[in-house]
């Protein structure tokens, strides 16, 4: 089983929090990458953050920065995002992702979980 299982959307209010959580699965290894991608309706798939596993690398999108905190749980291989301060335009499916190297493409993904943020 490789494919991440995402939880822990909700529904919460603008400028609450929330931390959603990512079943790593089976790539766990050296080089794997995991990803946080959302979809609002009518909107295209949007990168979110993304962690590299061994290096603990992370990188934002600039909407999310210094509101949202990827971060990864080696014992348990979760990896989660914490999000806060969050916006009603944060709302949306919010999918995980792994690839086997940042050279490669998102290749598994989750069924996503749903955020929404009333205002």
């Known amino acids: 089983q490789v494919q991440p299982v995402e939880s822990g959307g909700r529904l919460v209010q603008a400028g609450g929090s929330l931390r959603l959580s990512c079943a790593a699965s089976?790539?766990?290894?050296?080089?794997?990458?995991m990803g946080w991608f959302r979809q609002a309706p009518g909107k295209e798939h949007e990168f979110v953050a993304a962690?590299?596993?061994?290096?603990?690398?992370?990188s934002y999108a600039d909407s999310v920065k210094d509101r949202f905190t990827i971060s990864r749980d080696n014992a348990k291989n979760m990896v989660h995002l914490q999000m806060n301060s969050l916006k009603p335009e944060d709302t949306a499916v919010y999918y995980c992702?792994?690839?086997?190297?940042?050279?490669?493409?998102?290749?598994?993904w989750g069924q996503g979980t749903q955020v929404t943020v009333s205002s």
């Open positions: 962690i590299t596993w061994n290096t603990g690398i992370t």
């Open positions: 992702a792994s690839r086997l190297s940042v050279l490669l493409q998102y290749d598994y």
């Open positions: 089976g790539r766990t290894f050296s080089g794997v990458q």
